[in-house]
């Protein structure tokens, strides 16, 4: 087992949600350790600085201030070196066309947020435990979408 | 009166005429001929009487010859030679005046050979009278002379008598034929005057009876005038009449009015009715006045006017060619005030604007709820839910049980929410309808059912169900909130039993007036054992946020009905509910097989 904690990402503006997403992780009986950012701006200086590391999920909400969660997956996968880094949707959006949009800009999971933090564990711990390479290649919009109320 | 029909009446007219003037021709020429005939016999009676009256004369001037001779002969007096003599030429002028009258051939005959008699009887006289005058002795002679006298005396006595006996025979034949006229005239006359009499009549007859059709027409006329007249002041229509050929304008009386324009006020001409279109509009006018109509459909524009109370009109104008039955061509123009159908039109395209940016701000809404709305009440339920979990067990038996209380209440927001916007999405999102298996939609519904049927020990029982051209996910919901409905409205300690059925619908056995006529229809029941309801809440029932129970006993929103009603109007169907407490209920689904 590799001692090396799992870097995962979050950008997501409202705080509630970003101490429910690191509770939630804690709680989870694996290494992680989880950069968080209040705005899609952010996130991209983060990524476009020379002291980030590749991280093995970024989890993006789509609603955000100065840069929404669509414009940074679009230029995250216009970017050589981050297109192929796993992308999970974290919105309370349940909207067909965000999640087609979603999709084609090319995300790779869409995960609602759920109003339960039992639900919000068992999801985070799914979503981590994904080997994503495998998952990449035989992704279709069935499996893309994880919890839809 | 037709046309056809005046026509004909005119033509019998004409031809009544015609006969009245021949039969007056007749009368008249016939009346002239007898008036001829009666101077000529009354000249053939006169002439007779002449003659006759000639003769006497002729008979007496020679008698008196005669006479005179004897009495010469008796006293030898030479007194008496002139007398002979002047009687002789008296009657030698008879006889010339008689030749001059008597025109018949056979009496002339008769006169030459009285002629003759005259002449030798006057031969002899005078012979008698010479023999006389020379010696008495010759005695026998004279006695020759005065007796062959004597005897040439009566044969002119009898061809005399013979030639007026011939006269009076000619008059009479004369007068005969004649009578034989004047005894038919009055028969002609009659008959004539019979005849005229009847023409006369008919013609009366029939010009009464034209008369009168021609008032009852011009009545017609006058009340469909009226009537017309009134029809365009009620309806605001008013008309002009172009005869192309005399180049005659007229208007209509409402026209002028239309215009602003006392009745008669000014002449009918065209620039009469442009001087009032306003003058933004007059070109509309001016242009469509050379265009020329093809086919049956008229031209039609659209302009304003301003009256004479300087206030704007708006009008819809047609103008046609038409002919008329003799054939003229003539051009009509009608215009109509549409000003308040103008101001309804506008202020319906205000109320539509409205109407859109309502249904906007709806949709706004709509965003609203479905994230903003849930986005503080997703933190409260995840709260909560770590609250459960850990700090729970720690609070005060009060504290727990207002925690419960909480947690029902964001539970029911959740709901309410999620039915809201389930309610505002029926007809907004796609409206693909696709011939559907009903039966494969009830499975999926029994499908998302499934755990509440295992619960509650329901008995699902269907018929075949059709297929149907339908929006299926919409469909399937109305399946699933109907048969969940009657899950929870089971009566305690009986399981619920759900009979589903369908077949073709009779509309006429229906009162139901929102269907179409020409569509076929299914009807699809499902009747359950539940708790049922009294019937005057059958429509409540279908009304949003109204629940026949309260909260405590049945938990629900009141929308899920809401929602079914609102998709099967979408499908243009009905649906309705048949009820009473205690012996379940029945819903009535009407859907049309096919839908645009």
Redesign the interface.
Known sequence: MNNEPLHILLADD?E??RI?FK?AIGELKIHTQVTTFEHGKELMQYLNSKEYRIPHLLFLDL?MPYKNGMECLIEIRAKQNLKDMAVAIYS????ELDIEEAFVSGANIYIR????????RRILSEVISINWQYHSSGMNKDNFILNI? | MSPRKHKLASRLLSAAFVISVFVLFITVSFTYNQMNNFTESEKWVLQSHSIQLELRKLQSYLYESELNQKDLLLSGNNKFIVPINTAILKAKNSQKSLSKLITDSENQEKLKSLKNLITLSIIELNLAIQSYGESDSNKTILNLHTKKGNQYSSQIKVAINDLVASEIKLLRTRENSHARYVKLSPLFYLITAFFAFIIFILAYTMLYSDMQNINQAYNQIMITSNSFEHSEGIAEIGHWVWNKCKNELSFSDNQYKLWGYETNEVKPTFEALLERIHPDDRNIWLESKDKIDTGNSPIVTYFRVVNGHGKIRHFKAYRKNIQDHYDQHIMIGINVDITDQFHRDKLMEEQLIVLENNNKELSAFTHIA??DL??P???I??LI??IE?NDFPDLSEKGREQFTRIVVAATRM?KLI?DLLAYSKVSRISKEFTKTDLQSVLDQSLLDLEQKIDESNARIISDKLPTLKIIPHQIQQVFTNIISNSIKYHQDNTPPIIEISSELFEKSNSKNNTLQRKTKYYIIRIKDNGIGFKQEYSEKIFTIFNRLHDNSKYAGTGIGLAICKKIIEHHKGSITAISQPGLGSTIEIILPINNS
């Not at chain 1, 947020?113 to 919000?120: D, R």
């Open positions: 409202d509630d949600d429910f509770d609603n309370t959006s349940a909207s947020k759920p109003n339960n933090f039992a639900e919000l109320y | 479905s994230h849930q986005e009440l997703r933190k339920q995840t839910s770590r979990e959740q999620t």
